[in-house]
C-alpha cells in the first residue's frame, strides 16, 4: 500500500527566507506525485506534479521540487517565501494503471510566515 | 483547464437528516470521481471511489449504507450523508479523473458539513 510521510506538522519561517517541505512516500512503482496548498476553509488547489521525465519539477508560484527515488522523496522548496504562501501544504502520491486518479496524502505541513 | 465545481459549499443540518452533495465537472467527462473527508486539522482522507454507471467502490471502514454515492452521468457525482450525526460534521471533497487522460485528478472546491 502507498503512503506519505511530512515529518514536520508546522514550519515558521520569516518573509523572504527560502523554505524546504519535506515529503517521503512509500509505493512499489513509479509513482505520480503531487503537492497541493489549502488555505483554511478552502479547497486544494495543485502547486506542481512529478509523472515523469526531469526529475526537478517548477510549479506555480515560485515553487519547484524535486523527485529523489534513491530517498523516495519529493521535497519542495521556494527560494524566497512571501506572507501570501502561509497555508498547510499537503503532499500526495497516486497510482497508475486503474486507480489513476486516487490520492493518498501526507499529514500535511502548516506554514506560518513572519514578517 | 478543468473545472470541478462542488456544491454547496457550506451546510449545516439537523442530527438525523440527511445532506446530498453534487459533484460536477464542467468541461469534461469523469468516468471517475473520489470522495475525500478531512476532519478539522487534518489530512485528506479516501472515503470511495465513484465511477460512472457502477457501484462506488469503498475504502475499508467507510460506511456503505451511511455515505451513499451516486454517480448517474458523466459529469455528476453526489454523496448523500444519511442521517447525519455531530461526528459526521466535516469538510468533504471530490476530486474527477478526466476520461481517457492521463492529466491529474480535479479537485472541487470542498463541503464543509456541520450536523447540529
Known amino acids: 500500500a502507498q503512503s506519505v510521510t511530512q515529518p514536520d506538522i508546522h514550519i515558521t519561517v520569516s518573509e523572504g527566507a527560502s523554505l524546504e517541505l519535506r515529503c517521503n512516500y512509500s509505493?512499489?512503482?513509479?509513482?505520480?506525485l503531487f503537492w497541493y496548498v489549502q488555505s483554511p476553509g478552502q479547497g486544494l488547489q495543485l502547486l506542481l506534479k512529478?509523472?515523469?521525465?526531469?526529475?526537478l519539477v517548477q510549479g506555480i508560484k515560485g515553487f519547484e521540487a524535486e523527485f529523489k527515488r534513491s530517498q523516495s522523496s519529493f521535497n519542495l522548496r521556494k527560494p524566497s517565501v512571501h506572507w501570501s504562501d502561509a497555508a498547510e501544504y499537503f503532499c500526495a502520491v497516486g497510482a497508475g494503471g486503474t486507480s489513476y486518479g486516487k490520492l493518498t496524502f501526507g499529514q500535511g505541513t502548516i506554514l506560518t510566515v513572519h514578517p | 483547464g478543468a473545472v470541478v465545481s462542488q456544491h454547496p459549499s457550506r451546510v449545516i443540518c439537523k442530527s438525523g437528516t440527511s445532506v446530498k452533495i453534487e459533484c460536477r465537472s464542467l468541461?469534461?467527462?469523469?468516468?471517475?470521481m473520489f470522495w475525500y473527508r478531512q476532519f478539522p486539522k487534518q489530512s485528506l482522507m479516501l472515503m470511495a471511489t465513484?465511477?460512472?454507471?457502477?457501484?462506488?467502490?469503498?475504502e475499508q471502514g467507510v460506511e456503505k449504507d451511511k455515505f451513499l454515492i451516486n454517480h448517474a452521468s458523466l459529469t455528476l457525482s453526489t454523496l448523500t450523508v444519511t442521517s447525519a450525526h455531530p461526528e459526521d460534521s466535516s469538510f468533504y471533497i471530490c476530486?474527477?479523473?478526466?476520461?481517457?487522460?492521463?492529466?491529474?485528478?480535479?479537485f472541487g472546491q470542498g463541503t464543509r458539513l456541520t450536523v447540529v
Open positions: 512529478y509523472f515523469s521525465g526531469d526529475t
Open positions: 476530486s474527477a479523473r478526466v476520461w481517457q487522460s492521463n492529466t491529474e485528478a480535479f
Open positions: 465513484s465511477n460512472e454507471g457502477s457501484k462506488a467502490t469503498y
Open positions: 509505493y512499489g512503482a513509479t509513482p505520480y
Open positions: 468541461d469534461f467527462q469523469a468516468t471517475t
